[in-house]
């Protein structure tokens, strides 16, 4: 169990650090992986940003993630549940505009109004940081947006994920670097004493930290 964000991304660095990565930029999954990407950052002295993707939901059952779109429009689709719910083309298009916007409106929030682009990722070594890996849909969007924007290297750095997630994610980055991979998977926030929400006006604050002892202790409150 970890106690709480804030620790399982203590313990995410120092599995990174004895693993010998390095990384130009760590980019946490809003919300709540910004508590955990914080000490990722700070341990391998790279800038923390973040990187944006939605879930597509199907219809009539919105949680349910037939795929997911980044900010820039990168996206995944679960072909064989999409086949199964006989989703047509026409909702998942719709949803994909819908959705692309929603994350770059989110995206822009986190960054000052000069800049609501990604950095540059042009030759970068990058790691991508979420609280726990359940479907993974946002994930794979998320990585396929570093891809098509020219990253050299994508690491997928989490606490927890469910096996058969982390698995269709080997495709999807150079490496995954987790702590657990529970047989008994079943949802993110079991593996977490305190799993609450974590709101945008927190989760911004750990963009702003030069460090992570400058937050010891945490307000904590959740992931999307």
């Known amino acids: 169990m970890f106690d709480n964000r804030t ?14 990565l390095e990384a130009d930029l760590v980019l946490g999954i809003p919300r709540g992986a910004l508590p955990v990407a914080r000490p990722v950052a700070d341990a391998l002295e790279a800038d923390l940003d973040v990187v944006v993707a939605k879930k597509i939901g199907a219809p009539g059952n919105p949680e349910l993630a037939i795929g997911a779109v980044a900010s820039d429009g990168s996206v995944w689709r679960n072909d064989a549940l999409v086949e199964r719910l006989g989703v047509s ?3 998942i298009q719709r949803e994909r505009e819908r ?7 989110k995206a822009e929030t986190y960054r000052p109004t000069n800049r609501t682009a990604l950095p540059d990722l042009t030759g970068k070594r990058v790691v991508v940081v979420d609280d726990g890996v359940a479907t993974g849909a946002t994930a794979i969007a998320c990585l396929r947006q570093l891809r098509e924007n020219g990253a050299a290297r994508v690491v997928l750095a989490v606490p927890v994920g469910s096996p058969d997630s982390i698995e269709r994610l080997e495709d999807e980055a150079d490496e995954i670097v987790t ?15 305190d799993f609450g929400q974590v709101s945008d006006e927190e989760a911004i604050t750990y963009l702003d930290l030069g460090s992570e002892s400058e937050n010891g202790s945490e307000s904590e409150n959740g992931s999307e």
């Open 179 to 193: 702590l657990r991979e529970p047989a008994d998977f079943r949802a993110v926030g079991q593996y977490y004493r």
């Open 89 to 91: 083309d026409s909702y």
């Open 99 to 105: 959705k692309a916007e929603s994350a770059r409106e």
């Open 7 to 20: 620790d399982a991304g203590r313990r995410l660095a120092t599995r990174l650090e004895e693993r010998g």
